[in-house]
């Protein structure tokens, strides 16, 4: 038998796979436009490093995010490309010259959930304040950077045997 304890992941584990996973998605640059599944494992990621038995830790708009990656209640993608100046891709007067091709988070209103889906109004809200229309890896890596300060080592431990 398996018990919890024995499955929890020491912490620079946690935190080394995220950064990893980040890194893979700051990779992606502008090939593929569609991040759907890197944003989902670092954002679960996040969510695990956030879990300390205490609550979450997880800022309540990525929690919003997180959770409708798991439920798979998203419809449309959480994440918008926006083209910067990309030579034959820029639409003039949409992007100052110069300005980088960059993911960003889809406003709310423009991300479709099933009818039936809980939504907490709570998370949804921080969603709206902290995230949409925000760059994605700036405010993944920001959210990591939190959790590394704020997040116990001794809280992302396995719990001492019964």
Not at 3 to 32: N, V, Y
Not at 82 to 100: D, E, I, K
Not at 125 to 154: C, F, M
Request: contains cysteine.
């Amino acid at each position: 038998m398996i018990r919890r304890w024995m499955t929890l992941s020491p912490p620079d584990r946690l935190i080394g796979a995220c950064k990893t996973a980040l890194a893979r998605l700051e990779a992606t640059g502008a090939d593929p436009p569609h991040v759907f599944a890197e944003t989902g494992e670092v954002l679960f990621w996040l969510y695990a490093i956030g879990d300390t038995g205490h609550g979450n830790l997880l800022s309540p708009g990525f929690q919003w995010a997180r959770h409708q990656y798991a439920h798979g209640n998203l419809i449309t993608e959480a994440v918008e490309y926006q083209y910067g100046a990309v030579l034959g891709r820029m639409m003039l007067g949409s992007t100052p010259l110069g300005a980088p091709s960059v993911h960003r988070w889809t406003p709310r209103e423009h991300i479709g959930t099933y009818p039936k889906a809980h939504d907490r109004t709570d998370l949804a809200a921080d969603y709206d304040a902290r995230l949409a229309g925000k760059p994605v890896v700036a405010t993944l890596w920001d959210e990591l950077s939190e959790l590394v300060a704020n997040v116990n080592p001794r809280d992302l431990a396995p719990w001492p045997k019964p």
